[in-house]
């Protein structure tokens, strides 16, 4: 059968294809030459990836960078706690209005001095903790509790300044109260003279120092602490009295109540300088308690204009029973608001 010219040269093309591709070349590589061929591919594919693996590197930090990975921490790789917090999240402090155990720390005030009897402490109406008057204690406590006196302690001591209180607090944590009150300070600048009062620093050296330590042996303690009362304002009152006016004699509050009767300049500058020093205080007083979320400072006490009904029928200073009860209307009041 005849085959046509161009038949022939398409068939002769397809053939020498065929062998191109299947005939080995006629060049023998040496065995050298093959293993250097080698190498040479495998050191560009070795830069080829490392290239690759610099992209790679950099776009995962900056994904990581931009929150896109969950890390370790994150939440979403573990799902919510047991108790259904993120981990590592805050515990929320919540004051209690309602506390079930009051210990009351502080001075003369705070144990009732003056105001049963003649020159003697009278704790049964101490405006925290008394059962003889509407004290704190009986206003936030059941009334059974109350009355036995089983959830509330007075570890307050007549005289006691600001550097008494470590002491206190030490006989409070025994007891584990879930309240602690402070009234303290009237007594650092009830001195024999102006000179002698307890310097603003060291005031505040030790009243820190006694919080952390509560803080340190009571961490979930919570911490009333009252403004030291206007002295001022109580000689203002007191020396209406005849009869007070000879108990101050006595020694009663010497640096603000001596001479009682005496308003030339250098008495009233004398008096002046106490209530000054007391303002201090109360500042200091306000200013550490602050810095802890369990501790409320209370300026009302400082504020109130106590009637001669409300003070001591035998030193015309001190609280009376009726003063007593003032106190803890403004410590309940304090203790129970909604917000600081």
Known sequence: ???????????????????????????????????????TAGRALSRSAGRTGVVLFTAAAVLSSAGCF???????????????KTPGAKRTIV??????SIASLGDSITRGFDACSVLSDCPEVSWSTGTDVKSLAQRL??????????????????????????????AAAARKPKLITVMIGANDACRDSVDDMTS????????????TRLRRDLPKTQVYVASVPDLKRLWSEGRKNVFGRQIWKLGICPSMLKDSQDLDAASNDR??????????????????????????YDPAVHEYRFTTHELSKWDWFHPSKAGQAQLAEMAYRRITASAP
Not at 4 to 17: E, I, L, N, W
Request: hydrophobic content about 30%; aromatic content about 4%; some cysteine.
């Open 1 to 39: 059968m005849r085959v046509s010219a161009t038949r022939r040269k398409r068939s002769a093309a397809a053939s020498s294809t065929t062998r191109t591709i299947v005939r080995p070349s006629s060049r023998t590589t040496s065995p050298t030459a093959g293993r250097t061929a080698e190498r």
């Open 141 to 170: 406590l059941p009334s059974a509790t109350a009355d036995a006196g089983t959830h509330a302690w007075n570890f307050a001591k007549t005289g006691a300044v600001v550097a008494d209180l470590p002491g206190q607090i030490e």
């Open 271 to 296: 008096r002046q300088r106490v209530a000054d020093r007391v303002t201090e205080y109360n500042k200091v007083l306000k200013d550490v308690c602050g810095r802890d979320v369990l501790c409320r």
């Open 95 to 100: 004051w209690n209005t309602r506390p079930t």
């Open 200 to 211: 603003t620093e060291q005031f505040r050296t030790t009243f820190t120092s006694a919080l």
């Open 70 to 84: 969950g890390s370790s921490d994150d939440p979403s790789r573990h799902g919510p706690t047991r108790a259904g």
